[in-house]
């Protein structure tokens, strides 16, 4: 398996934009006949609210502040969840760091 090159800073998809999911912390309930959308957990993600550079940082950079702001975090478990899901391979993600869900997936199997 070819390991993708490192990519600096935060990715443009990070995040959908919030605005189309609501104030932070406050749900929107999917209308009628619609299906939560997968990233409606994103709304009460901590991390929209700080600074995204934290959890993507630079190449041996420290991830510690942004560990630290997953353990509030109410999300925590469905971003870790979508993380997985989605091979996300880049940042940190419910608390953990790429190696870190690496291990875990590993483990898994
Ligand atoms: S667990 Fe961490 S990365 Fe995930 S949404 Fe919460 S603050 Fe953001």
Redesign the pocket.
Known sequence: MAIPEYRAGVPDDWFVDPVNLGVPGVRQPAAEGEDDTQLSW?TD????QTDPEA?FPEKGGSTRD?KR??TS?D??SQ??EYALANDERFG????LSERERRKLRKRAV
């Open positions: 994103q993600a901590l991390c929209a959890f942004a702001i997953c975090c999300v925590k971003c870790l940190i993600w419910g608390g």
